[in-house]
């Protein structure tokens, strides 16, 4: 099922931590998929299953215990610096400098991914414009709100404006104006051929985005391909139901909390 | 240049980000510029204060009788250092003078002619002239228990009755003080200085009476002729306290920034962000050492400004000055601003290669205190009065720097001294950036969340481990270095211990207790699994055949090393008797005792902990090969002598080697006690000497082992270093070595198989 032309292909991967103890342990484990230009795969699963740092790997931030990450061609160990160029990461938590101003580090960033002047400042201009970022562009990133910051946060990652996105549950604790913005953003991008590579656990964004997905489960991909295949597979139409037939009925994958908001 | 140009960017952004938050300010602008002349300045007026109100206090003088009082009331009155115009008196007349009311004139100070130290006494005198009330009394056990319990300041005693100018014989007169009491000392001092005053003038009245002149009772007159100039001796002032202000100030400005760009920033989250970016982590951790390093300076220069104004401004200066023999060399300031340049990148980089390593600002602040007294116990030898820029000390990192600036202020430095601290301390920072970012990409210290502070206090948190953590080596490490050098110092300082055989147990007793229990309890109680930690494990034979190269080899090299080095670095007479003393205490035993001290104990203990231990604790972070060599430079550092740590540190580099290659730490302790058993008995006329010596063996004049030997010992070394580098260590691989560092990348292996060797 693995067609040529994926801009992100990874195989094989797997990573393994150490524990203090001295014992390991394996956070992804021989996951292999791949994702097209121009297509949004969602990587869905419980927390700690192994999603972030898949996306880790995949954005050359972690080095694959075994495995390989190919990004447009490249593979991510041998030139950590080029392929980084590619992604747009956003991270879970949104990590912004407190004491600088959106505009300075979208500036900053700018400088980092070697845009000249002029092209940074059209850019930056272009991604406050779609964002809304204008009314608070000039306030300390310390003093805004959760859904400004993640606003701030995804033209921090598209600055460069890289053919390949990769976002670490974009939409965690934003309320739901925010929300629909993002996702709307992230349909746009897919729509002008960018690859995005999305992590979440909100069924419903898979449900609105993906076409294709896979299902992480402690680390292992228990299931990958098309959303309509997989639900014929199982038989069972709410997302939700294929998920939990696939990991097993019996386990209750979602614990207490609840998967969408 | 596309480079420089970025970490330009990363510094600038770093620098305005550390420049917005308030705490920074207040460490590097508030602190040295309010903070710290308001102190210097509040507690010298409080110490003028003080002195005044001593001088001017009105003190309480206890006599026996009337008759005392009168005489004593006549003879402070009469003092020629408050009264010049009573000089020439005699005493007699003063009494009836005083008593007549006809001596209490204003006295004038006459103009300096001399600056004796006992003429600026008098001046002294004269301008705060202390009162002395006198208390009369009825006995002399009186006039001590009115001293003794503090109701008066002193008391005089006159045990001959009063004394009077006599043409011959001298009366007695005794001073009652309570030298616990400071008030009561200074109220004694000033009593003495007037009887002594008076006992002087009826000298000379005597003299004149038998047509002497004063100068025949001092045949011989001894004076001092001060040849530094005012600057020098300000110099000298300002070189005892600056230095050791500038370091620590120094060292205040970069902690605050060096935490919170790595540690700060990893708690922040914003690190993963940053490190998202296409830019190596080099250019990041340079931008960021940068930063750290300029805003050292920038606070070095502040409170250098400072210090400079206060004593400028503020009096300090006029107090330091001492009636103007003394000027502040203010101009000699800018200089030392230079000198600090190199202090403060190396203390950036050292702080920065710290802080990388933790996750959390509170545990960067953990670490950087041990930094901090690391820093601080050189500073303090480089004040010491007497220390000298030469010889080791020229390279020693901060106390190099400390004397440098001294010397800057008294003006007695060269460029060859300059040229020698700048370079070893720019080499030192650069070794110091080198770890930091190694440290800072590290996939563990980035996301991970093992190890954090509290963990390691509770027991009850430990998991048990096969090695122990990088802090917990790097802890221990600290801990024994202080306890052993002390242990040492101590062992010294012991009556008859130094130079006989119970100083050699007593050492056994340090080793075994500080490198073999010490570590071996820490382990236990952090729950580290002891064979593991320490590589108890058995080895290939390979390992034993290395291990036999490098023992049999390196007593020999070592020997010819130190014969060439003594022609570069030569050892202090001193401390090559010392050393001679201390072998020659085991001159008596029977060689196999001395092997037991001198081999068997310290290669067991020593290896135990530092390619144990130490080495098992560090390779995990530091990756294998950087793990050996700081772990090599601790053991050359741990023999706390310059003079030895090439040797020493090489030593450490081969049977780290030893550990590394074949993950058992016994060939290390074969080899290690092979060269130290064969550095003794070689020299012993019942050890190994005569053997030796059939062997053509021998030091020449200047101490070289024959030239075939070292060739042959050289020959054999390269074998054991080939045996350990090419050929695969024929035992399990090593991989549990590897743990979770990215940088050695080795293949996976299952981290079992090293267990079943």
């Known amino acids: 099922m693995s067609l040529p032309g994926g801009i992100i292909r990874v195989e094989g991967l797997t990573k393994v931590f150490p524990n203090p103890d001295g014992s390991e342990k394996t956070a992804v484990d021989h996951i292999s998929f791949e994702v097209r230009p121009g297509e949004i795969y969602g990587l869905l699963g419980p927390n700690g299953a192994g999603k972030t740092t898949t996306l880790r790997v995949v954005s050359g931030l972690l080095r694959p ?197 | 240049m596309r480079r420089f140009t970025r970490i330009q960017t990363i510094g600038r952004k770093e620098l305005l980000d550390t420049l917005r938050d308030r705490r920074t300010l207040i460490a590097m602008i508030f602190v040295p510029m309010v903070l710290y002349p308001a102190m210097m300045l509040g507690s010298l007026q409080g110490f003028e204060l003080q002195v005044g109100r001593l001088k001017q206090e009105r003190y309480k003088v206890a006599v026996e009788s009337e008759a005392a009082q ?44 001399d600056e004796s130290p006992a003429e600026a006494a008098r001046a002294d005198v004269r301008q705060h002239p202390p009162e002395y009330e006198i208390v009369v009394m009825s006995q002399a056990d009186e006039v001590r228990a009115q001293v003794r319990s503090g109701a008066c300041h002193a008391g005089v005693l006159l045990p001959g009755g009063v004394p009077a100018r006599g043409e011959s014989g001298s009366a007695q007169v005794t001073l009652v003080l309570d030298q616990t009491d400071i008030r009561s000392q200074i109220a004694a001092a000033g009593l003495e200085g007037i009887l002594k005053r008076l006992s002087e003038a009826w000298l000379h009245e005597r003299l004149r009476r038998v047509r002497l002149d004063p100068q025949f009772i001092t045949p011989l007159e001894t004076l001092q002729e001060p040849v530094a100039t005012p600057e020098k001796v300000g110099g000298s002032i300002l070189g005892q306290i600056v230095p050791l202000i500038l370091v620590i100030m120094t060292i205040t400005g970069a902690i605050y920034p060096a935490i919170d760009l790595t540690a700060g920033e990893r708690e922040r ?109 050189p500073a303090v030898v480089g004040i010491l009065p007497g220390t000298r820029l030469e010889g080791p000390l020229l390279i020693m990192p ?183 003393e201390m072998v020659a205490a085991l001159g008596g035993v029977h060689p196999l005792v001395m092997l037991v001290f001198l081999g068997l104990l310290p290669a067991v203990c020593e290896e135990m902990f530092f390619r144990g231990y130490a ?52 060939p290390a302790v074969v080899a290690h006690g092979l060269h130290n058993g064969l550095s003794g008995l070689s020299a012993r006329s019942d050890g190994l000497k005569p053997l030796l010596e059939r062997f053509g063996y021998g030091l020449d004049a200047t101490g070289y082992p024959p030239p075939s030997w070292l060739v042959a010992a050289g020959l054999l070394l390269l074998v054991g270093i080939a045996i350990a580098v090419l050929r695969p260590g024929g035992t399990a691989p090593a991989q549990t070595l590897v743990r979770g560092s990215g940088a050695d990348a080795a293949p996976p292996h299952s981290g079992g198989d090293s267990r079943a060797g």
């Open chain 1, 65 to 261: 215990t075994a495995g390989r990450v190919w990004i447009d061609g490249q593979e991510v160990t041998g030139h950590p610096e080029l392929v980084k160029r590619h992604i747009g990461y956003l991270t879970a938590n949104t990590g912004l400098y407190a004491r600088l101003t959106p505009r300075e580090i979208l500036e900053y960033f700018a400088t980092l991914y070697d845009l000249p002047r002029e092209q940074a400042a059209a850019r930056i201009g272009r991604l406050i414009e779609w964002l809304g970022i204008g009314p608070y562009v000039h306030l300390r990133c310390g003093a805004l709100s959760t859904g400004q910051k993640q606003r701030v946060s995804i033209a921090r990652a598209l600055i460069a404006d890289p053919p390949i996105l990769v976002l670490d549950e974009p939409t965690l604790g934003l309320d739901v104006l925010s929300n629909r913005l993002i996702l709307e953003f992230i349909s746009t991008q897919a729509a002008a051929g960018k690859a995005v590579l999305l992590s979440t656990h909100a069924l419903d964004e898979i449900d609105r985005l993906c076409r294709r997905l896979g299902l992480i489960h402690n680390g292992r991909l228990i299931a990958e391909g098309e959303l309509d295949v997989l639900r014929r597979q199982t038989g069972r139409q709410r997302l939700s139901d294929v998920f939990l037939s696939l990991v097993g009925a019996e386990e209750s994958v979602f614990g207490g909390r609840s998967p969408a908001h």
């Open chain 2, 269 to 377: 989250g914003t690190l993963e962000t940053l490190m998202v970016a296409p830019v190596p982590t080099v250019d990041l951790i340079a931008g960021k050492f940068l930063v750290v390093a300029l805003i050292a300076m920038l606070s070095a220069a502040l409170n250098l400004l400072s210090i400079g104004g206060t004593i400028w401004l503020g009096g300090l200066g006029d107090l330091l000055a001492r009636g103007g023999q003394v000027v502040i060399p203010l101009n000699m300031l800018p200089w030392v601003l230079v000198v600090l340049v190199p202090l403060a990148v190396m203390f950036s980089a050292a702080l920065l290669a710290v802080c990388s390593f933790a996750r959390s600002f509170k545990e960067a602040q953990n670490y950087v205190m041990p930094v901090m007294v690391a820093a601080m116990i």
């Open chain 2, 70 to 113: 009168r005489w004593l009331r006549a003879v402070i009155d009469s003092d020629p250092a408050r009264r010049p115009r009573a000089t020439s008196l005699p005493a007699e007349e003063i009494v009836e003078l005083h008593e007549r009311g006809e001596l209490d004139v204003p006295s004038t100070a006459p103009a300096l002619r």
């Open chain 2, 398 to 580: 901060v106390t190099n720097i400390v004397i440098l600036t001294r010397d800057l202020f008294t003006g007695r430095f060269d460029l060859f001294s300059i040229l020698w601290v700048t370079l070893s301390t720019t080499l030192y920072a650069g070794a110091a950036v080198a770890v930091a970012a190694k440290l800072f990409g590290q996939e563990a210290v980035l996301f991970a969340d093992s190890g954090s502070i509290k963990t390691i206090f509770k027991r009850r948190f430990f998991r048990p481990a096969d090695q122990p953590s990088a802090a917990q080596a790097f802890l221990l490490l600290a801990v024994v270095f202080s306890a052993n050098f002390f242990a040492q110092q101590w062992l010294l300082k012991l009556p008859g211990v130094a130079g006989t055989l119970r100083f050699w147990f007593g050492l056994a007793a340090v080793i075994v207790t500080l490198f073999l229990l010490a570590p071996m309890l820490f382990a236990l109680y952090m729950r580290v699994r002891i064979r593991s930690a320490f590589s108890l494990g058995p080895a290939a034979p390979a390992g034993w055949l290395a291990a036999l190269c490098f023992g049999l080899s390196t007593w020999v090299l070592a020997q010819g090393w130190f014969a060439f080095q003594q022609t570069w670095l030569p050892m202090p007479p001193e401390m090559e008797r010392a050393f001679e």
């Open chain 2, 615 to 666: 080495l098992g604790g560090l390779r995990g972070s530091l990756g294998r090969t950087a793990a050996v060599i700081v772990v090599a430079l601790a053991f050359g550092i741990y023999h706390h002598s310059v003079h030895r740590l090439i040797v020493t540190s090489a030593l450490g580099l081969l049977f780290g080697l030893l550990v590394v290659r074949y993950r058992s730490i016994w």
